[in-house]
């Protein structure tokens, strides 16, 4: 049997916990990922910018955390369902992911094959479409060299097929 957490804290620690350290958690954690998602500064700077934002957002308005704890107390099963489901799509999507890639190891001859003619068209559009003064030689030949081992790979798959009829 699981025991509530209030149990093992004091009234008054269950308290600050809910209405000062989630909420400013919860502050910091949407602050610190807008500031490295917009790759203005680098993660210490933004780090030292969202920590310095959460405190003042609580030294100005301390009613605005506690306005969020007072929702915390109604959205608690309903995010603990949401949480629980995000894990698992999370979970799925890895496993099919993954199964998909083995699936591209295992995958026989006619499957590489066909992954090889589907790249070699798609380096031959690049090679082709350089526009009017096309793309630079280096780019060319790099792409020419490809093609030509994605030839010589078919070449090899097509005669181990053929061997192995």
């Given at each position: 049997?699981?025991?509530?957490?209030?149990?093992?804290?004091?009234?008054?620690?269950?308290?600050?916990?809910?209405?000062?350290?989630?909420?400013?958690?919860?502050?910091?954690?949407?602050?610190?990922?807008?500031?490295?998602?917009?790759k203005?500064?680098?993660?210490g700077?933004?780090?030292?910018?969202?920590?310095?934002?959460?405190?003042?957002?609580?030294?100005?308005?301390?009613?605005?955390?506690?306005?969020?704890?007072?929702?915390?107390?109604?959205?608690?099963?309903?995010?603990?369902?949401?949480?629980?489901?995000?894990?698992?799509?999370?979970?799925?999507?890895?496993?099919?992911?993954?199964?998909?890639?083995?699936?591209?190891?295992?995958?026989?001859?006619?499957?590489?094959?066909?992954?090889?003619?589907?790249?070699?068209?798609?380096?031959?559009?690049?090679?082709?479409?350089?526009?009017?003064?096309?793309?630079?030689?280096?780019?060319?030949?790099?792409?020419?060299?490809?093609?030509e081992?994605?030839?010589?790979?078919?070449?090899?798959?097509?005669?181990?097929?053929?061997?192995?009829?």
């Amino acid at each position: 049997m699981a025991f509530p957490i209030e149990n093992f804290l004091s009234p008054n620690m269950t308290n600050m916990l809910v209405t000062l350290v989630i909420p400013f958690l919860i502050f910091f954690t949407i602050l610190f990922v807008v500031l490295s998602r917009t790759k203005l500064f680098n993660r210490g700077v933004s780090f030292v910018i969202a920590i310095g934002l959460t405190i003042m957002i609580y030294a100005l308005r301390p009613d605005t955390f506690a306005f969020l704890a007072s929702y915390l107390f109604q959205i608690g099963v309903i995010g603990s369902i949401t949480a629980f489901l995000m894990i698992f799509f999370v979970f799925l999507w890895f496993f099919v992911k993954g199964g998909i890639r083995i699936a591209k190891v295992i995958g026989g001859d006619q499957q590489k094959l066909q992954e090889l003619e589907k790249l070699e068209q798609k380096l031959q559009k690049k090679y082709y479409s350089g526009g009017v003064f096309g793309s630079s030689v280096g780019q060319r030949l790099s792409i020419s060299k490809e093609l030509e081992g994605i030839e010589k790979e078919k070449k090899f798959l097509l005669a181990k097929m053929k061997r192995l009829r």
